[in-house]
């Protein structure tokens, strides 16, 4: 073929399938934001005040954010980063943010900080989306000002947190700019007069575990608060919506969350540590805000995520025994025979999360290794649940978790042994 004629399929061939691609790709670049995330400031010398107010509201902030949790390893100075997280892709471990000069953000401006909290951009590099900058990006100015005082308080530690372990091509930070582009949405601010959307979709970002993640980790875009598995935890997140919390009043709901107890539930596994680490801290007008605004929310189906469907274990006939004999024996001194517990002691079984959830995992784990509730100001000496892995067989254990989310929690598709022994890997951290 001569020049010429490659010049001709070129111009009638190739050429608008370029133009088509470069069109549709500019158009996700501008949707994940433009060129404006990736534009860090330099040089900026804009200060911060620095006074008792402004420390304590930015330490407040840090506490409802859960910043220390994230980013303390166990034994760990705080804040020293060093936390690991495992992901679909791999593991990544968090960042330090004392403010020493090598290792920390001792050298961060305040303009700098704030566009790295907000964008998911850094000195070094796109950030991962374990870290939850899309809710940090509704922050307010003032909110962010605040952090970045008190995290300046701190004392600095050198610590440099482990290489991340992550496959090809996750490991290659230049590739997350085509993941931004095709998953990544900035979110919408939430009205400046609705505090309690402010606290859940920003500060507290609820979404990071009460979602399910998209496709290759991607942030949660549907089924808002409707509830998933918490990629690398072994644990299911509940729904936050009207439905899921109909049996709380707002003003239970509230005491909740600063608690970690109530007459309905307590919190378990994850929500355990983030009643511990952040939600105790709120102050009563916050938390009472938070309550209005989740009782608002309507129900909305869980969106799809790959690993979660990988992850659930299929269902099947337990062929074990009589749950009800093993539940008489085991359970009923805490949870009462007909499963309704004792108030802020041992919680109901009747519509609890761990037997009405779609996903067995919360039941399977708490009955193998026990659970404990978070000691909280509101509930100094929380009782525990003890475990059941070296006093039950795995048919033991399907046959009582199939007779209390058969009987409490209206789910009919029992466990078999066999389900709960593929669990073990699942539910050990």
Known sequence: MSLRRYSVVFALVLLPLV??????GGVLFLRQGGLAPYRIPQGSTRVVAS????????????????????HTTRGGAPFAGGRAFATGYGTIYSSNLTPDANTGLGDWS????????????????????????????LL??????????????????????PPNRLDFPASWRTALIGWRMLYYRPLVAAPSSDRGRYLVDGLAHCAMCHSTRGARGSLPQQGYLAGGRIPGMGWYAPPLDSQQLRRYSVEELAAYLRTG???????????AEVVYGSLQALSDDDAMAIARYLKRVPPQAAGTSLLAQAEIIPVRDSGSGSGAEIYKRACTDCHGADGEGVDNKYPPLRDAVSVTAPDPINAVRMVLYGALAASTAGNPQPYSMPPYVQHLSSAEIAAVV???????????????AADVEAMYGIVID
């Open 402 to 416: 199939n007779y209390m989310r058969g009987t409490w929690g209206g789910q009919r598709a029992p466990l078999a």
């Open 140 to 161: 307010a100015d003032a909110d962010l000002d605040a952090l970045y005082a008190y995290l300046h308080t701190l004392p600095a530690t050198a610590a440099t947190p």
């Open 19 to 24: 133009l088509a691609a470069l069109a549709v």
């Open 261 to 271: 107890t109530s007459s309905v539930g307590t919190a378990y596994g994850p929500m």
């Open 51 to 70: 006074d008792a107010a402004t420390i304590a509201r930015g330490e407040y902030i840090a506490r409802i954010g859960n910043c220390v949790t994230c």
């Open 110 to 137: 305040a303009d700098e900080f704030a566009h790295t909290m907000r964008n998911g951009v850094s000195r070094h590099g796109v950030l991962y989306p374990v870290f939850p900058y899309a809710n940090f990006a």
